[in-house]
C-alpha cells in the first residue's frame, strides 16, 4: 500500500524556456503515466510546480495552470494537491490553501507545514520552495 505520490515538474509555455509545456504536451505526459495509475489505483498526493488550471492561478500568461491537473484531482480524488510557482508577491489575492472536493489544495510556496504519518494520518513537517514530505510513523 504505502503513499502513493504523483509528481510533475513544468509550468505553462509562456516562452522558449525549459520545462514549459502547452496544455496537449502536459496532456501526453499524463497519458503515458496511465497504466501506473490504474495499477496503483489513483494517487494520494498530486505534487506539480504549476497550479492546476482555475486554481490559484496567476493573472498573467506564465502563472496560468494544467487543465489535466484539474482532471486528476476530479478523477482520482487525491487527499491532496500540492504545488508551487504562484508567489505571495505576485498578486493580493494569494490563497494558500484551498479545497477541489475531498482535495485539499495547497499552494507550496516559500514553506508550508505538512506531515503524514505512517497510516495516513496529517501532522506537520515543514515544505520549502522545493517541496519536502515526511514520512513518519
Known sequence: NGLRIMGLGGSIKYNNGKNQYTQNQMKKRVK??????MRNHGFDILLTH????GFHEGD???HKGFDIFSELIDRYHPKFFIHG???KDYSRNFVRQ???GDTIV???YERFTLEI????QIKCCII???VIISLKN
Open 50 to 53: 504549476a497550479p492546476a488550471a
Open 117 to 120: 504519518r505512517k497510516n495516513n
Open 106 to 108: 495547497i499552494n507550496g
Open 128 to 130: 520549502y520552495t522545493n
Open 98 to 100: 484551498d479545497q477541489i
Open 85 to 87: 510557482h504562484v508567489h
Open 60 to 62: 498573467d500568461r506564465a
Open 32 to 37: 503515458r503515466m496511465w497504466f501506473k495509475l
